[in-house]
């Protein structure tokens, strides 16, 4: 007769327990099921290819001490939700948590070995620590920015749109007032940022010569929510978000598209988590338009001989697709390589750290406000890494990335020119 | 002055001393630092046997951890050098005071000797990376089944158990040049180091060999000191200077280049029959892995989520079609041409054994996924996703036919613990080391991480631990690994007096990890 079977009693072990809403329960199970075993602050053994570049916690590699690593993470989560530590009793608490990345590399790692999501246990550490410490002063200014004009950058809701009326010409729609069949989210960054919006424009450029039925919102655009979201502050996320969902759902697009990784992982992963549900696609611009040159819609004209490499943005990447245990982490990687292909004269080498198991460029998770010297020697590390290559310029499709491979390339030896794919990608048209 | 304040004194002296000695951004005591520095893993962080450390520090090289040894025997404080820490059981502090001596300043690759083979590596260094760089010079090391993440050092110097053990015998057999920081200070150097601190060529020596100190089964756990650096060696590899990996995390498969390596999954009626077949195969000297793994390691290492555990495990694929069966890798070390050879040597002997090959969707599943893994990573902690922890007793290292006997007097225990032991289907891991020389065999299987499932378990076990050990059996160490394992199994064989002199002649002051590797006074 065959024996009863013996299974563990807790049914968390039996199916995923993380889904819905996150709460301190569900931060305790990840944080107890923590073994110690360090897949968080390598490169998943299979994928080290050199010992130079094997690490992949930027900040545990910097500051070193293993309370800088997903496992001291864990550590601090289970102390404090089991009463033996306050957020307040150390002042390193906020360094521990706040200058992480937020990138995720932890967490693809983990996953390799345990049903876990370890960016969710931050995000819940990081809200609890607001809750009872209050906001960081360095993103204080971030903060109230969102409040006041909802976009992160200090800037009057009106600025949002001055990229666009340089365009007059093209005859870009405002869904405001016509409808389309894709809207062309283009974030805080992009729309507000003086050394950025050349990229928008060529954007804009290439979808309406390739006859895009697309518009924009203008200056009626809100954040995506992305920064508060990473941060630490859900209310103020879910507000930016729930308007946004009900906003593009009454606009009636088939598709939103988005230059900005930040922005793209956002609404495609996190606005799953809120009641309002969306009803249409989300694609990065890289989606789009790989689909386009694929169906032979893009021409290109032009080569342009350079050796190029690939910086995959986390968010564009690894936290770009909801998880669900034992399935790939997936993400957009193949779609902007393929465009880097297709470019004449363009040839593409590859870091060694790529993918799910990419170095993140440390601009993200708010590091890139708050503690600008560590999020620039994480993009020092990456600009060696692309130098490595024997290439002379990283292109990637972040705004964040972007600004923060420039800031930490300034000053180094070796120069490596930092390029958005849609800039390069112009030049070639 | 209260009791306190002097103790409060005495902290301050220390950290200012720390702090002189290797910066003050280098050490640290503050709350939520030493937090992360005493456990997890197995029980002892969930039975509340560690205790935070009182200090972290992070030396850089051989003289700033001798001056921060030196320190801890200026104050008569315990250390703890740590590598990559997976086996907090024994890196977690038992006591109060204790410092964590952490290796991340220490993680420079010295020097690999492509005609000597060998590297020279610091603490930090992890297996993943020495094998990086050496595949890429067509050569390799090994890797535990706790993972590539392990630090190599630390590797070498623990249990040293690893999948191409079969070739290159136990880990801490292939230590060659040391310098090592002894308990009270002194600094050791070993081997050619000894003659010259760039040549690590050579293990032995000078005189009687004093490696012998830090080696031996489990080591000496952190209790003579901290080796700071050490040349191991590496050994000829036909494989790619990249590892193939096709796939993302977590369902990725990698396929060695089929001219050089080629998997057998053999199956027999009876362990003992399989076990004879691990006896021919190393008897005929060929193979790279020779491993013979218990259902339930099939099912860890397959399985991507707790959910296609449980599921799997429902479903009986392994243990129907895998049970009783072994494992071999053939290497083409020279050629193709070897390759051929040992594939109709290893004919021959399935024939005269009466083996039979594993269902093909059966290989198909776990040759791409997980069998190469035993050469990459083997990644150990997966035998922690379906339960939240497991446990292992009878791990014994002994000639293989013994190895049998072994691990089914375990199958006793585990029936009789069962539960809170889950279901593991006979847990019988027998791997073959030097060619067959010996076996090393452990029962391993899942338990559901809490603390009284734990707690009742450790009970037992340490019962069963005991009763062996007055039986004058030395096994089933698998729950002493974190407690004082010489102080158990040396009076048994005999050793005591020896460790016990070593240790009081290196660590007059009992920093060095104590109770480890055996408490002189006890
Ligand atoms: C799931 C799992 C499976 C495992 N399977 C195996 C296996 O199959 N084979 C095997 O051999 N081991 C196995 N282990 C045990 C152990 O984790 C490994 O041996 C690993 O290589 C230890 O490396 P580490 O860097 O994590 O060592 P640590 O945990 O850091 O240290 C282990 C011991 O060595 C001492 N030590 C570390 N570095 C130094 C140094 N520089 N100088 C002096 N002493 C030092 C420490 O004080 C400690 O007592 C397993 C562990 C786990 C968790």
Known sequence: MAKEMLLPKDPRYLKYPLEGPFDQEKARWIAFNCSRCSVCKWVNSWQVKSARYARICPQHTRYMFDSHSGQGKCDLALSIIDGKMKWGDDPEIKDILFRCTMCGGCDAMDKNIRDAELVKLYRWMRTEYIKDQGILPEQKPLVDSLKQYDNVWVQPRSKRNAWAKELKDLGIKDLNKEKAEVLLFVGCTYGLSQELKGTIINIAKILKANKVDFGILGDSELCCGSPPDKIGLPEEFERLATANIKRFNELGVKTVVTPCAGCYGTIRVEYDELPVKKNFEVLHVAEYIEKLIKDKKIKFKKEVPVTVTWHDPCHMGRMSRPYVPGKDILGAYEEPRNILKAIPGVELVEMERIKEYAWCCGGGGGAFTAFKDFAQWTARERLTEAKDTGASMIVTSCPWCESNLRAGGIGMEEKMEIKNLFDLMMEAL | ?522
């Open chain 2, 1 to 522: 002055m209260t009791e306190k304040a002097k103790n409060d004194e005495r902290h301050q002296q220390i950290l200012n001393a720390f702090q002189a000695a290797i910066g003050v951004e280098n050490v640290k005591d503050n709350p939520a630092t030493v937090n992360a520095y005493f456990g997890d893993f197995l029980p002892p962080k969930m039975l509340g046997m560690t205790m935070p450390p009182e200090f972290v520090v992070l030396p850089n090289g051989t003289m700033e951890t001798q001056a921060v040894i030196k320190i801890c025997n200026r104050y008569k404080i315990p250390f703890i050098p740590v590598g990559s820490n997976q086996w907090s059981l024994t890196g977690s502090p038992n006591r109060p005071h204790t410092v964590i001596i952490d290796c991340k300043r220490m993680g420079a690759i010295h020097e690999i000797d492509e005609k000597n083979m060998y590297a020279v590596i610091e603490p930090l260094c992890t297996l993943a990376q020495v094998q990086a760089e050496a595949y890429k010079r067509g050569l390799y090391i090994g890797s535990p089944e706790a993972s590539a993440t392990a630090s190599a050092i630390g590797g070498h110097v623990f249990q040293g158990m690893w999948g191409v053990g079969y070739r290159l015998g136990v880990a801490y057999r292939n230590i060659l040049g040391l310098e090592w920081v002894l308990p009270n200070g002194e600094i050791l150097r070993t081997g050619s180091f000894s003659q010259d601190a760039d040549n690590g060529f050579w293990g032995e020596g000078p005189g009687p060999d004093l490696r012998g100190m830090l080696r031996g089964y489990a080591g000496a756990m952190g209790g003579v000191g901290m080796v700071t650096k050490m040349a191991v060696k590496l050994h000829p590899y036909p494989g790619p200077k990249v590892w193939p990996v096709e796939g993302v995390i977590p369902n990725q498969t990698s396929v060695l280049p089929e001219d050089r390596f080629k998997w057998h999954m053999v199956k027999y009626e009876s362990l003992e029959d399989a076990v004879n077949f691990m006896y021919e195969v190393g008897k005929a000297e060929i193979a790279g892995v020779v491993q013979k793994w218990p259902t339930v390691y099939y099912i860890m290492w397959w399985s991507k989520s707790c959910e296609e555990y449980w599921t799997e495990w429902q479903k009986r694929t392994f243990q129907d079609n895998a049970k009783n069966a072994v494992g071999v890798c053939l290497w083409g070390f020279t050629s193709g041409k070897q390759l051929e050879y040992e594939t109709r040597v290893l004919e021959d002997i399935i024939k005269e054994t009466g083996g039979k090959p594993v269902k093909k969707e059966v290989y198909d599943m776990w040759v791409p996924h997980n069998a190469n893994d035993w050469i990459r990573d083997t990644h150990g902690s997966r035998m922690m996703r379906a339960s939240g922890t497991f446990l292992a007793l009878r791990l014994q290292t002994d000639t293989l036919k013994y190895s049998i006997g072994q691990v089914k007097t375990g199958y006793k225990w585990v029936d009789k613990f069962s539960p809170p032991i889950l279901d593991s289907d006979g847990p019988d891991w027998i791997g073959g080391y030097d060619f067959g020389h010996f076996g090393f065999g452990e029962t391993d299987f899942p338990v559901e991480k809490n603390t009284e499932a734990i707690g009742d378990l450790m009970g037992k076990l340490m019962g069963m631990v005991k009763e062996d050990v007055t039986n004058g059996l030395e096994n089933g160490v698998g729950p002493f690994l974190g407690g004082a394992y010489h102080q158990m199994a040396a009076p048994v064989f005999k050793y005591d007096k020896l460790l016990k002199g070593i240790k009081r002649a290196i660590d007059p002051n009992r920093v060095s990890n104590p109770p480890h590797q055996i408490d002189p006074d006890a």
